[in-house]
């Protein structure tokens, strides 16, 4: 079955950065789409972005362009998300999913303080 286990999440001072990182298994990963959502305290789930199957084309929220890049390794099956100038409201917890799939991993936990 699909899996996905995020990581590389913990507490950082605005304006700091952080990688995250989501390893894939049970599905053709080099086949998918892939992307990011997050989850702020009572909010909804958003997307934050997702990249093209070879890794050439990827879209961002509007929110985080220019601070936030997703990138892929198709033969680690894993995709990444670079987390640059983060800013308090985009503490949430992070989940990376395959487009096409309806699992969602444990996510990891981004806090950022002012």
């Known amino acids: 079955q699909v899996q996905l286990v995020e990581s590389g999440g913990g507490l950082v001072q605005s304006g700091g950065s952080l990688r995250l990182s989501c390893v894939a298994s049970g599905f053709a990963f080099p086949n998918y789409a892939m992307s990011w959502y997050r989850q702020a305290p009572g909010k909804e789930r958003e997307a934050v972005g997702v990249i093209s199957v070879t890794g050439d084309a990827a879209n961002l929220l509007d929110s985080v362009k220019g601070r936030f890049t997703i990138s892929r390794d198709n033969a680690k099956k894993a995709v990444y998300l670079q987390m640059n100038s983060l800013k308090p409201e985009d503490t949430a917890v992070y989940y990376c999913?395959?487009?096409?799939?309806?699992?969602w991993g444990q996510g990891t936990q981004v806090t950022v303080s002012s």
């Open positions: 999913k395959a487009v096409g799939f309806g699992s």
